[in-house]
């Protein structure tokens, strides 16, 4: 097997759900030791309940050009079985029947072993700077922690679009958060029901009134978690649920959460019960043009490599959202891992490989001349 792929089965086969990153973390500080860098590690970790900080290197440059930076995040949705990548014709897959963490531990090892190929082989570069994060599933938490006044570069790459390669994210959606919280007044629901107040029926109102899903080509919203309750023989006095509204379109998503806040008062006051919604910091989108020097970059080594090239936008977030938000050009390519987030999440060989190849082509791309 290649040194992307060994590398990689060793990330996949340690559970790091969102602040439980430790053993990843470990698995890149050994690598980049062992090429001969000097790593460090901030810490963030305490301060955002990770047991890793964000992991952190710049390798001087050897030839003039444009710096780049690299960044892949360690943390995985939860698996919810064990984990054991295989690879089956080609294809690493987890046998254990959970998530194979493609996402993001592909990024991450193309990128570690882009880098190694780079020193090993003595290529010219304008400056590589690498940063793997902590708790990106969970709102970007690590990137948005990270001290930016650090990195030197301007324009930076993530590998975080399941797609297949070839494909630039030219935007992602900006993104508002929010904890609803009903209260009623509890009774006995056979004795006194007409005494109570339900919640839940207040809150299973106020969500029936909502419109979610794919509301429109640039708008998507949805209820995830939803708590209530103490027994079923009492009128339940409380109940909460946790709702996201996305768009491509800052002003608008600005009105639809104004849409969603009135279904809540709504809901509540047709019910005789009381809501408090609590708005969670999210996360600020983004958008580029074909034309933008990160953009027509990122086409350069593509096509170099061989791959079609085509653009789209990303109904996700990605620490590309973070580095953007702070005014650098941080752009997101797909990097053909495929059903993330569930048991069938696979990545093929050939993919990792060549992932590999498209980071030495950025970087020979950034060089000038």
Same mark, same amino acid.
């Given at each position: 097997?290649?040194?992307?792929?060994?590398?990689?089965?060793?990330?996949?086969?340690?559970?790091?759900?969102?602040?439980?990153? %430790?053993?990843?973390?470990?698995?890149?500080?050994?690598?980049?030791?062992? =090429?001969?860098?000097?790593?460090?590690? $901030?810490?963030?970790?305490? %301060?955002?309940?990770?047991?890793?900080?964000?992991?952190?290197?710049? @390798?001087?440059?050897?030839?003039?050009?444009?710096?780049?930076? *690299?960044?892949?995040?360690?943390?995985?949705?939860?698996?919810?079985?064990?984990?054991?990548?295989?690879?089956?014709?080609?294809?690493? %897959?987890?046998?254990?029947?959970?998530? /194979?963490?493609?996402?993001?531990?592909?990024?991450?090892?193309?990128?570690?072993?882009?880098?190694?190929?780079?020193?090993?082989?003595?290529?010219?570069?304008?400056?590589?700077?690498?940063?793997?994060?902590?708790?990106?599933?969970?709102?970007? @938490?690590?990137?948005?922690?990270?001290?930016?006044?650090? /990195?030197?570069? $301007?324009?930076?790459?993530? !590998?975080?679009?399941?797609?297949?390669?070839?494909?630039?994210?030219?935007?992602?959606?900006?993104?508002?958060?929010?904890?609803?919280?009903?209260?009623?007044?509890?009774?006995?629901?056979?004795?006194?029901?007409?005494?109570?107040?339900?919640? @839940?029926?207040?809150?299973?109102?106020?969500?029936?009134?909502?419109?979610?899903?794919?509301?429109?080509?640039?708008?998507?919203?949805?209820?995830?978690?939803?708590?209530?309750?103490?027994?079923?023989?009492?009128?339940?006095?409380?109940?909460? *649920?946790?709702?996201?509204?996305?768009?491509? $379109?800052?002003?608008? =998503?600005?009105? *639809?959460?104004?849409?969603?806040?009135?279904?809540?008062?709504?809901?509540?006051?047709?019910?005789?019960?009381?809501?408090?919604?609590?708005?969670?910091?999210?996360?600020?989108? !983004?958008?580029?043009?074909?034309?933008?020097?990160?953009? %027509?970059?990122?086409a350069q080594a593509l096509s170099a490599c061989g791959h079609d090239v085509s653009y789209a936008l990303s109904g996700g977030g990605a620490d590309a959202n973070v580095f953007n938000?702070?005014?650098?050009?941080?752009?997101?390519?797909?990097?053909?891992?495929?059903?993330?987030?569930?048991?069938?999440?696979?990545?093929?060989?050939?993919?990792?490989?060549?992932?590999?190849?498209?980071? /030495?082509?950025?970087?020979?791309?950034?060089?000038?001349?």
């Amino acid at each position: 097997m290649s040194e992307v792929v060994d590398l990689f089965l060793e990330l996949a086969a340690l559970p790091t759900p969102p602040g439980e990153e %430790r053993a990843a973390a470990e698995v890149v500080l050994r690598y980049l030791t062992e =090429l001969g860098l000097s790593p460090d590690e $901030d810490d963030c970790g305490a %301060r955002i309940g990770s047991t890793m900080g964000n992991v952190y290197v710049r @390798i001087e440059a050897t030839a003039p050009g444009t710096p780049l930076f *690299f960044c892949a995040h360690l943390d995985t949705v939860p698996p919810s079985g064990p984990l054991e990548p295989v690879i089956d014709e080609g294809v690493v %897959r987890n046998a254990g029947g959970t998530i /194979l963490g493609a996402d993001n531990k592909s990024a991450v090892a193309a990128m570690l072993e882009g880098t190694r190929r780079v020193l090993a082989e003595n290529r010219p570069h304008a400056g590589i700077e690498l940063l793997f994060t902590p708790m990106e599933e969970v709102g970007l @938490i690590g990137a948005y922690a990270f001290d930016q006044s650090r /990195l030197h570069a $301007d324009v930076g790459y993530v !590998y975080d679009q399941a797609a297949p390669i070839g494909e630039i994210i030219l935007g992602a959606p900006w993104s508002q958060s929010m904890q609803v919280r009903f209260h009623g007044r509890a009774s006995h629901s056979g004795m006194f029901p007409e005494e109570g107040r339900s919640a @839940i029926q207040a809150a299973a109102r106020a969500i029936a009134d909502l419109r979610l899903g794919r509301v429109d080509e640039v708008t998507t919203a949805n209820v995830g978690v939803i708590e209530g309750g103490t027994a079923g023989n009492i009128v339940p006095e409380w109940c909460t *649920f946790l709702a996201e509204a996305r768009c491509q $379109d800052e002003d608008k =998503l600005r009105d *639809f959460v104004q849409e969603m806040l009135d279904a809540f008062s709504f809901a509540a006051t047709s019910t005789d019960c009381e809501v408090e919604t609590e708005l969670r910091k999210s996360y600020l989108g !983004y958008r580029f043009k074909q034309s933008d020097d990160a953009v %027509r970059l990122a086409a350069q080594a593509l096509s170099a490599c061989g791959h079609d090239v085509s653009y789209a936008l990303s109904g996700g977030g990605a620490d590309a959202n973070v580095f953007n938000e702070h005014g650098r050009r941080c752009v997101n390519l797909a990097n053909g891992m495929a059903d993330i987030h569930t048991p069938n999440e696979h990545i093929s060989v050939a993919d990792l490989e060549a992932m590999v190849d498209v980071t /030495l082509a950025l970087v020979e791309q950034a060089l000038e001349g």
